[in-house]
């Protein structure tokens, strides 16, 4: 079993900084790409940062210049630096990642994994 755990969320208020992390446990054999997305009520999971399978980055238009998405792969862990944050940024952020597992002496194809989300909010 492959879980996503995030962790870092809370209240900030405008202008202010926060670091969320998202740790890759389980039988995995190798980690292909991890992304950031987040979701408000209402509306659908929009994309905020993530890994390209060609090793670059893409970000969110509402989030370029102020939010930075870095890996630690020998910890399994991704990790979303967010400055300047706004109010609008607020939202429940959510880890994903594709994952290949080991399954005795099989390594299946990629997955992807969903971490649980941990909420962001900016608010003066």
């Known amino acids: 079993q492959v879980q996503l755990v995030e962790s870092g969320g809370g209240l900030v208020q405008p202008g202010g900084s926060l670091r969320l992390s998202c740790v890759a446990s389980g039988s995995i054999f190798s980690i292909d790409r991890m992304g950031w997305y987040r979701q408000v009520p209402g509306k659908e999971r929009e994309l905020v940062a993530g890994?390209?399978?060609?090793?670059?980055?893409n970000y969110g238009e509402s989030v370029k210049g102020r939010f930075t998405i870095s890996r630690d792969g020998a910890k399994n862990t991704v990790y979303l630096q967010m400055n300047s944050l706004k109010p609008e940024d607020t939202a429940v952020y959510y880890c994903n990642a594709d994952i290949r597992e080991r399954r005795g002496v099989v390594v299946t194809t990629p997955y992807l994994y969903w971490g649980q989300g941990t909420q962001v909010t900016v608010s003066s």
């Open positions: 890994e390209t399978s060609g090793g670059g980055t």
